[in-house]
DNA sequence: TTTAATGTTCATGA
DNA sequence: TTCATGAACATTAA
């Protein structure tokens, strides 16, 4: 379910549901989604009988503030969480949950993974700022911590295609291939422009495309396209507002031409052939 | 049977 | 160094 505001929406109800959760027992099914270099057993003992005090997030990364350490949780292409009272545990496991944990109340967060290519890491509090910078990310997509000029420097010294770049998280963080066709459409702009051609009034339009966009699906409360279902088991809203992705074929909302669907970065990529023109004139 | 799917990361070669 | 491409991870569904 991963980009930024469904991770956000996926964090605020996690926060609700395991705040001041005591970690009793973790049942691991999938080993492999551990990406740590502590083994499976030591991540496993460390989280024992720590409490979760905070939920937060730094990009599409999940952030478990735990006593000692903070487990980072990214969801990737198809992670999610389910939350069970005590009185609603399944009686089976799904058979794609991979990890279990057990609180000291007897309440249990599943976590559910098609794909397999969710993974956790576990982070001292003494490293999570290296931690992150080694993920190179590049700043929230807010009106406070996005800043157009650091953008426009930045979008000038790269050669690479333009959706390629906003991709990465390296310039700003948050976009998936779904917003990411969005906020190009929105802005007029063709998703295998060269990021150092675009113009200082695109460059402007795109951070302002990037910053609502994504506010506007996380109040929302994201997209459920295909599978997507938040920790409480609610589907979001923004779907609905969706005017590219998904859309080759029918009429552009602005013009009526018709969205086309072409390959950047091994990514489906949706767009208008009148509204984003591949050279401006 | 083949392909594509809301992501990240690594290897290879230009 | 930078960038493009392809692969890997793994499963499902059209």
Redesign the pocket.
Known sequence: ???LP?VESARVGLHQVTKNKLIHDIEIYWP?LIATELSVDEWHNTLINQTIHQVSRR??YLVFELDTHVLVS?L??EGKYFYYPSEDIPEEKA??THVIFKFKDETELHYHD????GRFELVQYADVDQFFQE??LGPEPTGEEFDLDAFSVALS?????IK?VL?S?ELVVGL???YVDEVLFDSGIYPERLANSLTESEVTTLRENIIRTIEQATELG???????KNTLGESGRYQNYIQVYGKEGQPCPNCGTTIE?IKV????THFCPFCQPKEKD
């Open positions: 379910m991963p980009e469904e492999n990009g599409k990214h990737r292409m058979k794609h098609v794909r397999k290519f993920k190179k010294k790269k050669s690479r295609v390629t991709l998280q998936g291939n779904i994201g997209s459920t396209i295909r599978t997507y669907k970065h091994g990514r489906g």
